[in-house]
């Protein structure tokens, strides 16, 4: 059982399954309709214990996963969701050393997902536009991560008109992905990765059309990741009725060394 602390986030879980966040205090107190919990027996708890209100219902209660903190950050910008973004890591190939470029920040879900695959080591540069955006998402990045931020670089510009230095890696979640092509000629080396997120198919054409008209990527892939929850409840086992069905596609491609 690994310790929880004053200062940790967890998870209560209740008997309907609905997840709660909290943030653990010294004098805190979590209440709902099933009654209350002291933050201090969440802790005696620990990290995957049960624990029960003064009205006897029972939470589990789990130390906070990265899925966990995302799904329920304020939102003003709208995230790449964990499924997408797992995918994304894989497709760019991100690991510890890499010089990454990444634009725009959102609410710094993806930058959090980058910062713990890079784990210190390399550079992430992220340019957003908004300085109020770029803001917000530090005050969240530091609260998830804030031991592995050492490494970034939050720029505030227009990526359209182009940006400093050349990467291993460039992640995009921006609405006209198209207009950054033509900086990656002298922006990204050789064998790079560029792993873009286009929330319409439309997009996604006028994308790749331009990466084709370049004439220095190559290698290029588009899909989407549509994932399929499953009821498994003794003899009931079928896929739920609902399902997480489009959120964006997702365009990769590799630099070749024709630029
Ligand atoms: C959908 S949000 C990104 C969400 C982020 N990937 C996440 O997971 O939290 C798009 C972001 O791109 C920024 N943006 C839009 N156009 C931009 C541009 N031309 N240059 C830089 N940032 C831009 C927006 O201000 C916004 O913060």
New binding site residues.
Partial sequence: MKNINYGDRVILIDHKSRRHMIKLKETGRFSSQYGFIDHNDIIEAGDGGIIKTNKNFSYRVFSTTYTDY?MNLKRN????YPKD?AQMLMEADIHPGLSVL??????????MALLRALGNQGKLTT????ED?AEQ?KKFIDDFCRELTEIHDIKI????EGFEGIYDRILL????PW?VIEHTKNGLVGGGIIVS?IPTILQVKTYVDTLKASAFFDDLSTFEIIKRPWKVDGLSVRPEVWMYNHSAFIVRARKTADA
């Fill in positions: 995302v910008a709208q995230i790449i973004t990444e634009s725009g920040i959102g609410q710094g879900a993806l930058s340019y957003e536009i908004r955006f998402s510009g227009n990526i359209y979640d921006v609405p006209e207009h997120y």
